[in-house]
């Protein structure tokens, strides 16, 4: 009797205990940092106020500086000196100068 009641025990904690975590690897538990990793860095990619720092060479010195900008002031930078540079070319166009980059 003592040994069904013990029995009976045993099925009940068995049933009532949560499953085990399955068992991962260390190249399992590789991937997945690599994987979250590899999700944050793209994330961040799109973010336009993540900051990238370039070393660029600075008129006039000929050490190299570390010059950072935000991904969005880099693009406002961008476009306005596309727009310069067309303005720049519709004046010489008119004034019968050489256009500028080709």
Do not use: K, W, Y
């Amino acid at each position: 009797m003592l040994l069904i009641s013990m029995l009976a025990a045993t099925v009940a904690f068995a049933q009532a205990a949560p499953a085990p975590a399955p068992a991962t690897t260390p190249a399992d538990q590789v991937a997945t940092a690599s994987s979250e990793r590899a999700a944050l860095e793209e994330r961040d990619e799109r973010d336009p106020d993540r900051v990238i720092c370039r070393r660029e060479h600075v008129v006039g010195s000929n050490r190299p500086q570390r010059i950072c900008r935000t991904v969005r002031q880099m693009e406002i930078d961008r476009d306005l000196s596309e727009q310069a540079l067309r303005e720049r070319g519709a004046v010489e166009q008119q004034s019968g100068g050489a256009a500028v980059g080709g």
